[in-house]
C-alpha cells in the first residue's frame, strides 16, 4: 500500500473491500461440513449415554430409548428453528454471546460467555475421549490406553492449531460428508435387512442387564419419571454444537443470513435422522450397554460376564450390520473417530475467536483481540489443552462420566440466547409498523419462546439429573470465569476513567530538551545523534555514563574528532550503574523545567536470532522499562539494524501470514493463501 | 543530583568521590576474615584426604602424613608468596584473570577465566558437602541424608543470594575468627596433653586399615611415589581459595597493596598451621581414615568393622580432645560448619563479580556488567546453584569424589597467573632503569618464578593422579566455557566491526515525518500528540487503525471537535489487525522520502502490577518490536503514568538499593547502608 493510496479518512465498507472479501466466503455445501462437524459428532455418543441410563432399570427400559430419542429431536427442533431467528437477526456472528448481552446485558452476556469458555474445553475433553473410544474399537491393542491415548490427541491438535494448520473447505467436506455417507449408509443398510426380516443382532445381544441396585422393576412411577429424565438430559448431548453455524454468519456467501438458515436446517435434519436411525437400530439389534464401571451388571445366563469389551454403539451396529463386509465396519469406526477429532478442533477455533470479541468488550486481554498477536493465540491453545487433559486424566477419558458435565454450559446459553431473541423481537415490535414484518416478528417470537420454554425444561431437568454427578463442576468453573472476567472489565473502566481526557489537557509542552544516550561512537549513535537533531528540540546534548577512566578518554578525543556540534555530558558512575545516573539526570532536567519535556533518544540495534537478543540491548531494554516511569519523558528508540536482523525480520513476515484457529470460520482461507503467494 | 551539579564533562577521580569510596573500605582486621573463610575452611577436608590416600596401603603410610603436610605447606607458602607480588603489581583487582590477559593474551585470559567459573561451582560443591558431613558428625539423626541436606543448604545460599544479604564485616567476622579460635585452641589443648602425654585416642584408633588390593606392602618405589604423588594432590586442596585477596584489594583500606599483602601473609601463616596440626594430631592420635565406599577395609580383630560411622577428621580429633568437655566438641562442629557454608558464599559473591569483568571485556553478555542488572545476576546465581547440586546429586555429596574434580582449575589458574608475572616483571624490568626498583623486581620474579615451578609440580601430579579420577569433566567443562566465551567475544568483535562509524555516517536526515498513533483519545494519546507537535516535525498527523464503523465515526467526532489542528489518517483493517497496517503505512512514508525520517509516537500508560502489565500495552509492544526491524523509523514511546505506576515505580527503587552478592568484597556495604536509610 503506497502512501499515495491511502488517503485520509477512508470509511469502512467500501466496495473493493466487501468484494475481496466475498471472494473468501464459504457456500452452503461447504459451510455445512465447517460447522457441522461438532452437532453431527455427538450422534457418536449420545445415544450410548441415553442406552447407558436406561439400563440402570434393566434391559426392559430400553423399550423407552426411541421415545427419549424423539424428546430430543423436538427439543433439537425447537432449537434448530429458534437459531434460525438468530443468524436473521444478528447476522455479524457474535452468537448467543451477542444476543444475551444486546438483549438483556452484561451480565447476561459474561454469563452465556463462561458457559461458552466451559464448553470449549468440554467439546475437547468428550470428543477425543470418546475418539479415543472409537479407537480402540478398531485397533484392539489401544484397549486400555485410552488415557493415554486421548492425552496424546489433545497435544497432537493443540501443536497442529500452535503451528497453524491450514484448513480448507475439503479439510472438513471429506470426512464430513464421508461420516454422513458411512452412518446414513450403515443406518439405509440396517433397514433393509430389517424390511427383509434378516436384522443381525449386535455382538452385545445375548447379554441380559442386571438392573442397578433399588432399580429393580417395577419402578415407582417418580422414579420412572426420574429414570427417563436422567437420559433425556444426557440424551440431550446430541445438541450440542447446533449454536456453531450463528457464529459464523458472516462467513457464509450472500444472502448470508438466509444460506446459514438453510444450512442450520439442513443440519437439523441430517443431525435428527442420523441419531433416531442409530437409536432404532440398537434397540432392533438388542444392544445392551452400560456404564463401563458397571460391565459386571451385563449377564449371560445369570452370571456376570468375564473379560467383555464394551464397544461403542455406533461400533457394534457397524460390526453387526457388516458381518460379511469389514471395511464397512472399518470406515464407519474410523470416520466417527476423525470427525470427533475434528469437533475437537472446532474448539480449539472458537475460543480464540470468542476471546477476540470478549478483548473488544472489555472482558478479557486487549491484546487477544487483535488478530496476529501469537502470543494471545498461544496461551489461548494451551490453556485449552490443558484443561482438556485435566479432565481426560481425572475422569479417566470415560465419556459417560464427562458427559455429566457437559450439558449444563450449552443450556445456559440456549436458555439466554432465547430469552434474548424474544426480548429481541418484543422491542422491534415496538416500533415496527409494517404488518407484514410484524406478522413475521410476532412468527419469530413465538418460535423463540417454544424454543425457550424447550430449553428451559432441559436446563432444569439437567441440573436436577446431573448437579452431584458432575455439573457442578461446570457450574464452579462458569462461576470463576464469569468472575475473571467482570474482574478485568472492571479494572479496564477504571483505568479509562483515569484517562479520560479533559479540558486541561490541551497544554503543549514548552520546550523539549533532548539527549542521546551514548556508549560508543558507532553507527548506531551517529544515527540517533543525527535524528535527535532532524528533530530541532530546543536543547540537545549526547549523554555518556562513565564508569572507566580510559575508556571516558578515548570516548571523548573521538567525540571531539567527529566535531558533531553537539556537547557530550559525562555522567560520573563510580559504582558501575548505568541505568540510574541517567534516570537521576532525566529526573533533574524535567524538575528544573517542569513545563518541559525530555527526550531521551536511546540507539538500539537489532538483531535477528534469539540468543543475540541476549547479548544485546538487555541494558537499553531495562533503561526504557525505568524511564517509562519518570513522568515528563519520552523514551525514543533510534534502531539500527544489522545485519542478522532480517532474519527476525522474515520470521515476523512468516508469522503475519500464517493461518490462525479458525480463520476459516471468520471467511479468512483464500486471503492469506493469496498473500502466501 | 540537581542539573546545576552535573557540570559538563566531570572527570573520575575527584577527590570527594574517592573519600566516599574511602569510608566504605575494609581494615585489615575485617579484610581476612572477609576474604579467608575459603582458604581456611579447606582444612575442614584437605587433612582428611591426605588419610584416604595415604591409608590406601594400609595403616603405616600414615607416617608420611606430617611429610605430605609439609610439602602442601610448602607450596601455600611459594603461592602465598607470589599472591603477594601480584597484589602490588595489579592492584586493581582482576586477579589471575587479569594478570593472564594482560601478560598472556586473551586466550590465557579465557582459560583461566573459564577454569575460575568451573572452581566456583565446584567450591559450593565441595564445601557443601563437606559441611553436611560435619552436620551429621554433631546431629546423628542427619547421618545418611547428608545429600539432601547438601542440596537444601545450596538452594538455602540461592534463595539468600537472590533475595540479596546483607553482608557486613562482622557477618564473617564473627564466625571465621571463631573458626580460628576454635581449631587452634583445640591444636594447643591436644598439644598440652602430647607434652604431658595424656593425648588421648581417636575413636578409630583401635582400627586397622588393611590395605587396597595390589597396594600391599611393601610397595615398589614407584608404586610409593604414585601413592604419595596422590595423597600430596589431595593435600593441595588446602591451597583453593588463596587467590581470592588478589581478586579484593579495591576493598582494602590505603595503603591498599601494602595491607592485601600483609593480610595474605597472615592467611597463609594461620593456614599452615591450622592443617599442620591437624594432621600431626591425628596421626599422633592414632586416626584411621579411608575413603566412605571403602569402610570394610577397617578391621577390628582381623574382622571388617560392622556399623561404623566415619566421622571426618577434625570431628574426630575434637571429640577425643574434648572427651570431658563436649561443647568443645560441638563448638569445634558447628564453626567449621558454619565456615564451610561461608566458604560455599564466597563463589556465589565471585561468581556475579568475575561475570561482570567478562561482561566488560566482552566475553559475557554485556548486560552482566553493569552492576543493578538483576536478572543477569540473578540468572548467574541460580546457574551456579543447579549445577552445584547436580554434582552433589552426582557424587552423592561425597567430599573424596568432589575433590578429584576440584584442584585441576585452581592450578590452572595458578599457573598462568605465575606465569603472566613472570612476563609482567621481564617487561618491566626491559624499561625500569632505577637500581634499587630493578633489584626489586628481580627479587619479585624469583619469586614467582619459584611458585610458577611449584604450582607446575603441582598441577602435572594432580594431572596424571586425578585425570581418570573425574578431573577429565573439569577440564571437558573448561573446555565448554572456553568456547563458549570465545564465541561470545567473536560475535560481539563482528557486531563492534559493522557497527563501527565511518564517514558516510555524518547525513542528516532531511525531513522528520511524525504519525502518532490514536486508539482512543484520552489523556495517553493527547499527550503524545502535544509532545509530537512541541517536536516540531516537518509533517505531524494522527494515525488511527480501524477495524469498526461505529468506533471510527464516533473518534473521528470526538477528533473534529477536540479541534487538534492536527489531520487523522484512518487506516482500514478488515481483519482486525493493527500492527501490520501501521507498520505497511510507516513503511511507504519511508519510501516515498528515502533521506527523510518516520517519527512513530506511541502512546503508552504504564501501570504497575505485574497481571495490569498482561492487560495493557501488550500491542503496543509488538508494534515497538516490528518497527524496529523497520529501517529510517524511529520509535517513541511516551509515557502516561497512572496511579498504579507508583507501586513499580517504589519496588524499583527497592530493587536498587538491594545489596549484590559481593558488594562486599567490592567495597559498597556502607553506601548502599547510606542510600537505605
Known sequence: MGVADVSKRILLGRKLRSAQLGETLLPKRIALPVFASDALSSVAYAPDEVFIMLGLAGASAYAFSWKIGIAVALVMSAVIASYRQTVHAYPSGGGDYEVATVNLGQTAGTTVASALLVDYVLTVAVSISSGAQYAAAAIPALLGHEVLLAVVLVLVLMAMNLRGIRESGSFFAVPTYLFMVAILGMAAWGFLQMAHGSLPDVESAKFDVVPKDGMEQPLTTIALLFLLARAFSSGCAALTGVEAISNGVPAFRRPKSRNAATTLLMLGLIAISMMMSVIVLARQMGLKYVDPHDLHRLTAGGRPVEGYQQHAVIAQIARAVFADFSPGFYLVVTVTGVILVLAANTAFNGFPVLGSILAKDG?????????????????????????????????????????QLYIVGVFVSFNLSQLGMIRHWTRHLKTERDPAVRRRMFNSRIINAIGLSFTAVVLVVVLITKFLAGAWITILAMAFFFLLMRGIKRHYDNVALELAADEGDKALPTRVHAIVLVSKLHKPTLRALAFAKASRPNALEGVYVSVDVAETAQLLEEWD????????????????????????????????????????????????????????????????GRLLFTPGVMVISVPYQLRSSQIARQREEREETRVRPGDLRRGRAERDRQIQR
Open 561 to 624: 574528532q567527529r566535531n558533531t556540534g553537539i556537547p557530550l555530558k559525562v555522567l560520573h558512575s563510580p559504582y558501575r550503574e548505568i541505568i540510574k545516573p541517567i534516570v537521576d539526570y532525566a529526573t533533574a532536567i524535567r524538575r528544573s523545567n517542569p513545563r518541559g519535556v525530555v527526550a531521551v533518544y536511546i540507539p538500539e540495534y537489532v538483531v535477528g536470532r534469539w540468543w543475540e537478543q541476549l547479548l544485546h540491548n538487555q541494558t537499553a531494554l531495562r533503561l526504557k
Open 363 to 403: 472482558y478479557a486481554p486487549r491484546a487477544l483481540g487483535s488478530r496476529g498477536d501469537r502470543l494471545a493465540y498461544s496461551n489461548g491453545i494451551v490453556f485449552l489443552a490443558l484443561m482438556a487433559i485435566v479432565l481426560i486424566v481425572a475422569f479417566h477419558a470415560e465419556t459417560t462420566r464427562l458427559i
